[in-house]
């Protein structure tokens, strides 16, 4: 009986660790804060996506200076690739930090290199208060696109 137990508990401490590797979404390359983010577009030193979706874009408005293409929309990669040709590192926003995470390791299984995953999205998370908050530059979503 103790065997079985023991055999149970093996194999539940080696199935666990593999599938939370396996099921993680790959970190991106770095971060940032909106705050920084907003300093590197006026500087012309980065592109940034808002991969929200249009009606969070009404809601709340774009980031002055993000491209808003809709991660659910089927060339998103390829999108975002005419983005990177420009040499230039890719900066991802969305709500909460959640997505955008999401969508740096989609792109960077893409084969996208120098992503930057804005953890604070545009409304707060965990990681600071968001790109409202902050009272960065926007624009309304019929200015933006």
Known sequence: MH?????VAGAAVIVVPVFYVASRPAAAETEMTPAEVSVALKAGDIH?????????????????G????DMRREDFVAQAKKLAASGKPIAVICAR???????????EDAGVEHIIDVPEGMLGSA?????????LPILGVNEGS
């Open 97 to 107: 930090g959640v997505r955008s995470r999401r969508v740096s390791g989609w792109l």
């Open 3 to 7: 065997r079985r137990g023991f055999l």
């Open 66 to 69: 993000a491209v808003p293409i």
């Open 127 to 135: 990681a600071g208060p968001g790109w409202l908050a902050r009272d």
């Open 48 to 64: 940034l996506i808002d991969v929200r979706r249009p009606d969070e874009w009404a809601t709340t408005g774009i980031a002055e």
